[in-house]
């Protein structure tokens, strides 16, 4: 079965960049899109990335992703980092069974 | 505004049944393919169900197979999910999600929570 692994928590300061990762288990994770949706406490999920590096309107470019080929893996990368970012961030993609969600990855921006 | 609204979940006892709804506004309901996505308590996000825009496809994760429907009303646009024969594990926040195309999920609900407990 396919699965998409992520870091279980991430901290980095305000300002900084921090990047998490998500890395496909098996086949090529450049072959379907990826998906990052960020979570705050208390609430639904929402888009800051979709089809591997798109921004929803109203998502701020300090977000971005990316896919690494060589290590089948996807990347999102925050810039500049806000207090605001803190949440729970998860990958998301699929193969041709099913739709997979990486475990998620907790940020504190301290 | 697109909206998804989730409701009818609540407290069940173990083998129990439970039908959950999502209310969908601000789109053309019947244009879209639709999602169930849970989470259970504490835990990351777990997919459950899909169907298409017309209701004559549908795919379910092997842990509701055989337990859990999925279904949908294009003329009240509304979504639907069957559950029964329930266990604990089933507890959780159950959110429904429109698939924008190419499995991107987007919006989804707020959620509705199932509690499975004697």
């Known amino acids: 079965n396919f699965m998409l692994t992520q870091p279980h928590s991430v901290s980095e300061s305000p300002g900084k960049t921090v990047t998490i990762s998500c890395t496909g288990s098996s086949g090529s994770i450049a072959s379907n899109y990826v998906q990052w ?18 921004r929803p309107s ?10 690494d080929s060589s290590s089948n893996s996807a990347s999102l990368t925050i810039s ?7 949440a729970d961030y998860y990958c998301q993609s699929y193969d041709s069974s099913s739709v997979v969600f990486g475990g998620g990855t907790k940020l504190t921006v301290l | 505004e697109v909206q998804l609204v989730e409701s009818g979940g609540g407290l069940v006892q173990p083998g129990g049944s439970l039908r959950l709804s999502c209310a969908a506004s601000g789109f053309t309901f019947s244009s879209y393919a639709m999602h169930w996505v849970r989470q259970a308590p ?15 496809s549908t795919y379910y994760a092997n842990s ?12 009240k646009n509304t979504l639907y999910l069957q559950m029964g024969s329930l266990r604990a594990e089933d507890m959780a926040v159950y959110y429904c999600a429109r698939d924008r195309g190419e499995n ?15």
């Open chain 2, 104 to 118: 991107w999920f987007d919006p989804w609900g707020q959620g509705t929570l199932v509690t499975v407990s004697s």
């Open chain 1, 58 to 67: 109203g998502v701020p470019d300090r977000f971005s992703g990316s896919i």
């Open chain 2, 42 to 56: 504490g835990k990351g996000l777990e997919y459950v169900s899909a169907i298409s825009s017309n209701g004559g």
């Open chain 1, 80 to 86: 500049g980092l806000k207090t605001e970012d803190e």
């Open chain 2, 64 to 75: 509701v197979k055989g337990r859990f429907t999925i279904s949908r009303d294009n003329s």
């Open chain 1, 37 to 54: 949706y960020q979570q705050r406490p208390g609430s639904a999920p929402t888009t800051v990335i979709y089809e591997d590096n798109q």
